[in-house]
């Protein structure tokens, strides 16, 4: 699977949009983008995956660049409740389901 | 709340004990993922099980076993425990095996190992 570089760690004022990096240069083609994320030390989160096009679903948007080299993940309007540790994996769906965990983001969610 | 059930949440015991941490995965999936979180390795992958056989194996010692039953509950086994396996142990579920099915964490049990 191909390697993640994300920020350790984002401020982002409550109620703002909050957007998140990842950098996944090596992708391949049959890669996958997910994204999960950890609050405090509760069990992952899965909040949303995409391959080329651009996500969105009740928690979250994707955007993925045309040339997949990296990504953005977007919380629309930041509470305090999403204060937390944003993982971006690259996973080869062929490869097997098992998720490999880089160091994330640590976003804080400030009043 | 996941629907995925972990316990016990919380075990403290010596060096060179075994123990056995119990999940139990959302209702319908198939699957069912241990992870482990330590300080200084981060979230790990350790082994998968899909329908009570083996689908994957990740960074798991060879102290650690675990299994899958036909009710489709997990267990996983740590013996001669040491220091360094005191951890966060999460389990998680997926409808099936494969390709893409998002992953569903339960809480996790912590592990001291004293």
């Known amino acids: 699977d191909a390697k993640t570089t994300q920020p350790p760690s984002m401020d982002c004022a409550e109620g703002r949009a909050a957007n998140l990096p990842c950098n996944h240069s090596?992708?391949?083609?049959?890669?996958?983008v997910y994204w999960y994320r950890q609050i405090h030390s509760q069990g992952p989160q899965y909040i949303i995956h995409g391959l080329k096009n651009n996500e969105t679903n009740e928690m979250a948007s994707l955007i993925i660049t045309e040339d997949r080299k990296s990504s953005t993940l977007i919380l629309p309007h930041a509470t305090l409740r999403d204060t937390a540790v944003y993982y971006c994996?690259?996973?080869?769906?062929?490869?097997?389901?098992?998720?490999?965990f880089g160091g994330g983001t640590r976003l804080m969610v400030k009043p | 709340d996941s629907g995925v059930t972990q316990t016990p949440k919380h075990l403290i015991t010596a060096t060179g004990q075994r123990v056995t941490l119990r999940c139990s995965p959302r209702s319908g999936d198939l699957s069912v993922y241990w992870y482990q979180q330590s300080l200084d390795q981060g979230l790990q992958f350790l082994i998968q099980y899909y329908n009570g056989e083996e689908r994957a194996k990740g960074n798991i010692l060879e102290r650690f076993s675990a299994q899958q039953f036909p009710d489709l509950h997990s267990e996983l086994n740590l013996s001669s425990l040491e220091l360094g396996d005191s951890a966060l142990y999460f389990c998680a579920s997926s409808v099936g095996g494969a390709i893409g099915d998002e992953q569903y964490f339960g809480p996790g049990t912590r592990l001291t190992v004293t």
């Open positions: 994996i690259v996973k080869n769906n062929n490869a097997g389901n098992m998720l490999t």
């Open positions: 090596t992708i391949s083609g049959n890669e996958y």
